[in-house]
């Protein structure tokens, strides 16, 4: 079936048109686009602005505090604001990207800047196109809003919903060419009706709603940014990860003894006179003409990063690998007892520099920073390890209710009583040293000695002195 020649003539006149509008449709927006916007926000009130003097936006109530002019969305009030806020800081349901490229006077797509229109042509290929466009008549800048599903936040305006906003925003508005310092607070609103000559111009382009993470997802890799990957588990099991936190902590609290050792020397100066010193590396030894590779390069390394420290130089990673690299041929040289050189990858010595480098800064606290990826558990793992925790302290509560008289119940009752046997004999020593503290006072100055006088003299804890003072009390053994 053939159309009629009118329509195809309208056809092609509408599809050359998208082509000078980078795709986007000219119509204006009307009644029935306004009320499916105000419908999606889901707001019975928004705050307005009736210009740019936006402190007009805002009253002083009777107790002195400011608040903002709230217009109904169904009033012709709103219609006068020609500016809106379409976000809250708790509650978003649009994103709004204001675009700083100008383009020519007009007001319509066509005279939005080409470069603009490209962006638009290429979001709407990939069904990315927002689903509101104004244009200012004046200079051909735009502000584009996306429809998302409504994401929520605290009452300090914190979630990682509005997280993942705010990144969603950057990323188009970087890419789109946005205004840096527009607050996405006031925006253009595509309510208004009045008649000022430098109003937006807005144009409805569909009614589609975005799920935020996917909207994101589609513009990363639309313009070839890369993906936020969630970390992936590492360990294949709870007893797996357990024993790599106790490596770490070990291999951390190793190097720490020689970073403190290290430091040692510098101070008095014996590395200048260390005997056995081979081509300036101190050699450690794991057994006689077996030398300890890596604990010798780190600490040659670690010790080229407080020389530098003290030289005033910087500790760049190339000066501290190049003295990781030295230290460790010269091991290998004097000590290797057959075995190959296996000198860690470049990703470690970078990574080792990187941990020299916080252990010399802060060689004056007692604590230091470790810079190592692969020393340090993601989120992930420190929320396995407090879950494996939880999930222990349920098992005993478990075995203690299922075989209360079982060989882990009767297990942990001796250590029990062994620790209250304890507790009752400390108790008992703290009593009877209050109790002859008491009557010694009461011998020499015929007073009894104040509570502070007490604790001053034990040591004692102000509850302590209380709960033992009260028992004696109780049992008649302090003078009356």
């Not at 936006?54 to 002019?69: Q, S």
């Not at 020609?82 to 066509?110: N, R």
């Not at 925790?389 to 119940?409: F, N, S, V």
């Amino acid at each position: 079936m053939s159309l009629p020649n009118d329509h195809v003539s309208g056809t092609t006149r509408h599809v050359e048109d998208l082509l000078f509008t980078g795709g986007l449709e000219d119509t204006p927006a009307g009644c029935t686009d306004r009320d499916a916007l105000i419908s999606h926000l889901g707001r019975d009130v928004l705050h307005g602005s009736r210009g740019r003097d936006f402190a007009a936006a805002y009253f002083t109530t009777k107790d002195g505090t400011r608040a903002p002019r709230m217009y109904r969305v169904d009033s012709d009030a709103l219609g006068k604001c020609e500016y809106v806020q379409l976000t809250h800081k708790q509650y978003a349901a649009v994103l709004v990207v204001d675009i700083d490229i100008p383009g020519t006077s007009g007001g319509h797509p066509i005279h939005l800047n080409d470069e603009v229109k490209e962006k638009f042509s290429q979001l709407i290929n990939h069904h990315l196109d927002p689903a509101w466009v104004g244009i200012n008549p004046v200079n051909g800048k735009c502000q584009v809003i996306w429809l998302i599903n409504p994401i929520y936040a605290d009452k300090d305006g914190q979630s990682p919903h509005m997280a993942l906003l705010a990144a969603a925003t950057k990323t188009l508005g970087e890419w789109m060419g946005h205004d840096s310092h527009f607050s996405h607070r006031f925006s253009r609103s595509p309510f208004y009706t009045g008649d000022s000559p430098t109003a937006y111009r807005w144009y409805r382009q569909h009614h589609r709603v975005y799920r935020l993470g996917d909207l994101l997802t589609g513009v990363r890799s639309m313009i070839g940014q890369t993906q936020y990957s969630k970390p992936q588990q590492r360990f294949s099991s709870g007893r797996e990860l357990i024993n790599a936190v106790k490596a770490r902590r070990e291999e951390a609290e190793r190097f720490k003894a020689l970073a403190q050792d290290v430091e040692t020397e510098l101070a008095g100066q014996l590395d200048y006179y260390d005997p056995e010193l081979v081509q300036g590396v101190r050699v450690l030894w794991v057994r006689e003409g077996r030398a300890a590779r890596d604990e010798t390069a780190f600490r040659h390394a670690l010790k080229t990063g407080h020389r530098l420290r003290q030289a005033g130089q910087r500790m760049t990673d190339a000066a501290i690998i190049d003295a990781y690299e030295q230290a460790y041929t010269v091991a290998q040289e004097v000590g290797s007892d057959g075995r190959k050189s296996e000198m860690p990858l470049m990703r470690d010595r970078q990574t080792m520099a990187r941990r020299v480098r916080g252990y010399v800064t802060t060689s004056k606290n007692e604590s230091y920073s470790f810079s190592s990826d692969v020393g340090q558990a993601t989120n992930a793992e420190r929320k396995a390890l407090a879950t494996m925790g939880r999930r222990g302290g349920k098992k005993a509560a478990e075995r203690w209710e299922t075989d209360p008289e079982g060989e882990y119940a009767q297990g942990r009752r001796a250590v029990m009583e062994k620790t209250h046997r304890k507790k009752r004999v400390q108790g008992q020593t703290s009593r009877a040293k209050i109790q002859a503290l008491i009557g010694q006072a009461y011998v020499e100055t015929g007073k009894l000695p104040t509570r502070k006088e007490i604790m001053a003299e034990t040591g004692f804890s102000e509850a302590t002195v209380k709960r033992h003072v009260r028992s004696l009390r109780q049992a008649g053994l302090l003078p009356q």
